[in-house]
């Protein structure tokens, strides 16, 4: 559940940034939204880390940007499924 947290608010930050530079390019939302995604990207990445370890699918899968975080989430579960 933490990791798919951590991954919605990594996609959903890139969404904002990438809305804010296509349209009105506010240097605040940026300011704001930039280290949240940067933050939500690494706890993503720490979290799949901390559960999978270091040379694990789900860890190559995690350092994706945007989309990598939901695709170690769906690797982790489908893990966890086979296993048992």
Do not use: F, K, Q
Not at 36 to 56: E, P, Q
């Amino acid at each position: 559940m933490p990791l798919r947290l951590a991954a919605t608010v990594e996609l959903v930050s890139l969404v904002v940034l990438l809305a804010n530079l296509a349209t009105v390019h506010l240097d605040g939302v940026a300011a704001l939204v930039g280290p949240v995604h940067g933050c939500a990207y690494l706890v993503a990445v720490a979290l799949t880390v901390a559960r999978a370890g270091w040379r694990s699918r789900a860890a190559a899968l995690s350092v994706v940007p945007a989309v990598g975080g939901w695709a170690a989430a769906v690797a982790l579960e489908r893990a966890a499924g086979a296993a048992g």
